[in-house]
Every structure is written in C-alpha cells, then in structure tokens.
C-alpha cells in the first residue's frame, strides 16, 4: 500500500468519501507488520476528522496538592507521547489546567471513533501501564468523566 500520507488525496481523487478513507487508514493501522504508527500528519488527521462525529472524552482530575498533580503530569506524558506518535486515529490528545484551581486538571481526548478508543487506544501497552502506574499512586485522584459524540455544529481548528 502507498505510504499513507497518500492515501488522503488518491482516494479523494478517485471518489472516495471521507469515511472510506478513514477505513482505509485503520486497516492499514491493523495490517502494519512493524506494529502501530501514526504517519498520517497532522493535516489528514484534521481533515479526516471535518467529515465524521468523533467520539470525545472529557476527564475532570482533581488532586489533593499540586505535588500530587505534577506526579500525575510525570505517569501521564510517556503515554501522551505515545499517543502522538503510535495512534493515527486519535485527534486530540490534551491535559488542561484549570485557571481558578492548579489542582485540577481535565484530559481532553478525541477518537475518529469510539471504536478506536477501545480498541487502539484502551488497549495499548502504554495505556496499560499507565493505568498500573495510577493504581501506584500515593494519593487519591478524585477522576469523573464524560463521554461525547460530536454533532458538528460549530468548528474546531
């Protein structure tokens, strides 16, 4: 198969619909000998992304002192890191601070798919270490989550 940064405009050349294209992306995901990667940029991501409803998590953390918080930053950017880098069908992959409270943070995190949350992203190496890592913690984290579908009505860059 073409490398996948080709996929987008060949398929769109040829008449393929945005969603034919993102199947052709999570099969060539699947079927990558060397493992998972992300080839796809940015842009392809963004734009494969315009045309479908993604599947959002929105995670609220609330920790006991800002040293909790930043043990939490330290388990969490590893798997950031990965995500990044391994998951071509993750779209948004963000920790927020809150501006009236440094203890509290949001993980924001957007899937083509809620498909792929479970099945690419729940199911990596690097997540499961990351949720043993939580479990090591010394604290309590108070965690409560949401998620979403999107609608596209509105925008987002």
């Not at 940015?42 to 040293?67: G, M, T």
């Not at 590893?78 to 993980?107: G, R």
């Not at 957007?110 to 090591?136: G, N, W």
């Amino acid at each position: 198969m073409q490398p996948l940064k080709r996929v987008f405009p060949w398929a769109l050349a040829a008449g393929i619909s945005w969603l034919a294209c993102t199947k052709l992306v999570k099969y060539s995901v699947k079927h990558n000998k060397d493992g998972p990667s992300a080839p796809l940029s940015h842009l392809y991501r963004k734009q494969a992304a315009d045309h479908i409803q993604a599947f959002v998590l929105a995670v609220n953390l609330h920790f006991p002192s800002e040293d909790a918080k930043q043990q939490f930053i330290d388990i969490w950017q590893p798997l950031a890191e990965y995500v990044k880098i391994s998951e071509p069908t993750t779209l948004a992959f963000v920790l927020l601070e809150a501006d009236t409270n440094p203890c509290h943070l949001m993980v924001y995190e957007r899937y083509l798919s809620r498909d792929d949350y479970l099945s690419i992203h729940r199911a990596s190496s690097a997540f499961l270490q990351f949720k043993a890592a939580m479990v090591q913690l010394p604290f309590e984290v108070k965690v409560e989550g949401q998620s979403f579908v999107e609608q596209n009505v509105g925008f987002m860059l």
